[in-house]
């Protein structure tokens, strides 16, 4: 019966928030600092410290439905081009002559 609740709910569009009660998409890096989070399905958490141990929480509405649809805290940086190949085999840059 469970699994038929949360297909109810896929269905209906509210997976992003029936998500967001299992915690965030992806979890922020240590290094990040801010005190709330919003993952890369737009659903917002707070950061909860308990002996020691950070967990982050689902942050609710007024209604106690999870907060989604925001724009994410983190984005994906685009990787940086390779670096050009140097050394013995590597290709000889040419030059078009017209």
Do not use: H, K, N
């Not at 038929?4 to 600092?33: D, K, M, N, V």
């Amino acid at each position: 019966m469970r699994v038929w609740g949360l297909a109810a709910l896929t269905a209906l569009g509210l997976g992003a928030a029936a998500a967001a009660q299992e915690g965030p998409r992806e979890i922020p890096p240590p290094s990040y600092e801010g005190s709330s989070y919003v993952d890369s399905a737009g659903c917002a958490f707070v950061r909860a410290v308990v002996s020691g141990v950070v967990t982050w929480v689902p942050r609710l509405s007024a209604s106690r439905e999870p907060v989604c649809g925001l724009a994410p805290s983190l984005v994906a940086e685009a990787p940086a081009p390779p670096e050009p190949a140097t050394g013995p085999g590597a290709p000889i840059p040419t030059v078009a002559m017209t």
